[in-house]
């Protein structure tokens, strides 16, 4: 085996699920040795027809504890990567790192009460993820999912996300999850309109969930367009929230998704 082969392992693709034209999911077998924590991404890679390899970074969108990884992409028309990716079939090879790498992860928080899970389109998939882990609903009272997209159609998972409080581990822990759809070109029953960052700087967002933003209390996790991150992080920071480092712990965790 070359140095290069040893950086990652050959993975089978088991199912390709389109779910708009620019929008799909693939699954692919797991090697043995991969770990990740919930929240994590891994780096992906596909062969051109010219024999090159392009590698691009993607959130898991499943468990730490499946026997499988899953991600969630989107078709950029005429995306080196995401074009040779959407063209992948069942049996098809897919490249997976080794290594799994991100701070996107329930540790980066030392405490709270809270945790708020704010997501812009293929930004939901690590809180996918982290929703299926049991470690989130023992360490949080209260978890809020906020998923924007600009058409209904693109709400991923939303039978996954339903069937959460159907598993028997969360049966008793379900009664902590609000789950707060945006839709922000349409509007449609059951779901907010309008950018994540309006919804929190009129109140509505506070009001539908029925608790505030507070940093005693809330622990916050961006992921998705780096201009809502942008212009999310400086409302939270005018509440005194923090983004979360190293050295000093804080309420704020991000992950640019793009």
């Given at each position: 085996?070359?140095?290069?082969a040893e950086k ?74 995401t074009s040779e ?174």
């Amino acid at each position: 085996m070359t140095a290069s082969a040893e950086k990652f392992t050959c993975q089978t693709l088991l199912s390709v699920q389109p779910l708009t034209p620019s929008l799909f999911s693939l699954r692919t077998t797991r090697d043995q040795g991969f770990r990740f924590r919930a929240g994590q991404f891994a780096r992906l890679g596909v062969t051109k027809a010219d024999g090159s390899t392009v590698w691009r970074a993607y959130s898991m969108v499943s468990s730490p504890h499946d026997e499988f990884l899953e991600f969630l992409s989107i078709v950029v028309p005429g995306g080196e990567f995401t074009s040779e990716l959407s063209r992948l079939e069942v049996g098809d090879t897919l490249m997976v790192d080794r290594q799994a790498f991100g701070y996107l992860t329930l540790d980066r928080f030392v405490d709270g009460r809270d945790l708020w899970l704010l997501a812009t389109g293929t930004g939901v998939a690590p809180f996918i993820s982290i929703l299926q882990d049991f470690d989130v609903w023992e360490k949080f009272e209260r978890i809020v999912l906020v998923y924007s997209v600009r058409e209904p159609k693109e709400l991923a998972y939303q039978e996954l996300i339903a069937g959460l409080s159907e598993r028997d581990y969360l049966a008793e822990y379900a009664h902590k999850l609000t789950y707060v759809p945006v839709v922000t070109r349409e509007v449609i029953p059951g779901a907010l309109s309008g950018r994540i960052t309006t919804l929190i700087e009129n109140g509505e967002l506070e009001s539908v969930v029925g608790f505030e933003l507070t940093p005693e209390h809330s622990r916050v996790m961006l992921c998705g367009n780096p201009q809502m991150i942008d212009d999310t992080r400086k409302l939270l920071k005018e509440r005194n929230l923090q983004l979360s480092l190293t050295r000093r712990p804080g309420q704020v965790a991000v992950e640019n998704y793009w």
